[in-house]
């Protein structure tokens, strides 16, 4: 898996970089922004400790307003773009840190972003997000 930020939000300890964050998040919106509005399929992945045996949920969404299905899941500590080997775009979703066995973790979920088009076929957006890349 490769971000598409320059470093992941939990590894950003300055303001400064946290803005740096911020703006690169943006630019990948307005890079999703200026593709037609597919249709989706929203693949929920839960890869914590403690969520991992969950059942992976799937969500049909717009590509235009896939970002709302996040408020509905535990993002306290903000999400980074990816784009997983299989060429598909992933937002990988920080939660609440929690205590487990006396070590901490952290809730962490992926959510594969899936466009299709009218015709059914899978769209590869990839290509439209990788000059996003540093």
């Not at 964050?21 to 922004?33: G, L, P």
């Not at 997983?84 to 809730?107: A, E, R």
Request: contains cysteine; hydrophobic residues 35%; glycine residues 2%.
């Amino acid at each position: 898996m490769q971000l598409l930020n320059t470093k992941s939000i939990l590894d950003c300890s300055t303001e400064e970089e946290e803005k740096n964050h911020k703006r690169e998040i943006e630019k990948v919106m307005e890079a999703i922004y200026s593709m037609p509005n597919y249709r989706t399929i929203l693949r929920y992945h839960f890869v914590d400790v403690v969520h991992q045996r969950n059942l992976d949920m799937f969500l049909h969404y717009h590509l235009h307003e896939f970002l709302e299905s996040i408020d509905g899941i535990d993002c306290k500590n903000g999400y980074d773009f990816a784009i997983q080997d299989n060429d598909t775009l992933t937002v990988i979703v920080y939660g609440q840190h929690y205590m487990m066995k006396n070590s901490f973790h952290i809730v962490e979920t992926h959510i594969d972003v899936l466009p299709f088009d009218n015709r059914n076929e899978f769209v590869n957006i990839i290509s439209h997000l990788l000059p996003l890349q540093k």
